[in-house]
């Protein structure tokens, strides 16, 4: 692994800031249809039943609820305070796990099970260790010491008693929402938040024996500058956390209302932008810790970073993980799931949803099955996501193609990249250099079949490269 401060070229940087997905999926979202519907999802899961070796699970539960508005948030959430509404939600939720879970074999175990949001939190600790009880008693949950079971957690709406009940009742992983602790920035996003509040919950985190602490942080909101983000990177660092994310802030107002909430000159300038995000990077690889890829870093004692060594790691709608050959189950308002060679989502509205479910229905809004070429093209970009690389043989024998053939226009593509050093064309590999490791978005670009030929705007809809 090269020295962090190589990942950073900001000519490059600048020159290549632009939309383009995330490649949490390939196929992207705007690819699914509403043509794929609860037959299909059905149909899909029972077909992976009888795989020869069938696959472990992973399953997401989505948690929409917010008690207040983060202005820069993009997420498919809801703004309330009414426990109540947390209670009916949980009500149909059960009702989906009952369904849901009908249509895969017992013996398919589960080996991650993560709570996502929203804020997961917006739920008491009893509530949450309840979720976790009632997907139990429907799927086949792996035993406590190998069962991968992380929540998603707002420092300020959550007390150390409580992260005590989360642990005991499975829970070994937390990620903490923190962004930025210059006062400023959280007046300027509406979200305030100490760093005592914030420490509190990373220490009790450890004490009650969880493995690993994400920490999430963003550049590029307002206010924010190179003091005050330096200052967040020292107590953040301070605290050590196993995992560190650093989003860089999508101002899309267009898309997201909350954003409209934020002063457009408030913003850091594409210089200053640059500046924070080369901080983080320099403060990073001080502090001893490895690029995972896109906006992750971690410990070498991690086990994102065990997993990249060993080839393991994996990229989904979870953000990267350790668990590859799992088809992904998901469940409550707008979560996806990616089971055999088709990706489903449920509605994003709530009350299409707990219509549905009402109805005792499946609530499959839209997705779809997979060719052979997405799963081809699937497996390129999951490789140099996670990897930095790709192995053209490899893909060849699994895929019985002639590389240099099938993907004649991507290689095509890839000439600009390389003529800047991003990406390394050799007989039997493709490499991002040092250079290009902060750009993996673009050079996946390349592979992307839907990108060259979209005219309906849909490249409009995903936010910045950098």
Known sequence: MAALTSLFDPDLLRRYDKPGPRYTSYPTAPQFSPQFGEAEFRQAASETNDDPIPRPLSVYVHVPFCRSPCFYCGCNRIITREKARGDAYLTRLYREVAMVSQLFDRDREVHQLHLGGGTPNFLDAEQIAEVVDVTRRHFNLARADQLDCSIELDPRFINPDAVAVLARSGFNRASLGVQDFDPLVQQAVNRIQSVEETLAIIDACRAHGMRSVNVDLIYGLPKQNLAGFSRTLDITLRARPDRLAIYSYAHMPNLFRPQQRIHAEDLPSPEQKLELLHCAIERLGEAGYVYIG??????????LAIAQVNGGLHRNFMGYTTHAESDLVGLGVSAISHVGASFSQNPRDIDNWEEWIDSGRLPVWRGMRMDEDDVLRADVIQQLMCHGSIDRERIERRHLIDFNQYFAEALVRLLPLQADGLVEVGPRTIV???????????????FDRYLPTANDGAATRFSRTV
């Open 294 to 303: 896109m906006d992750h870093f971690a410990l070498p004692s991690d086990d």
């Open 432 to 446: 991002a250099t040092s250079r290009g490791r902060m750009l993996l978005r673009i050079i996946a670009m390349a």
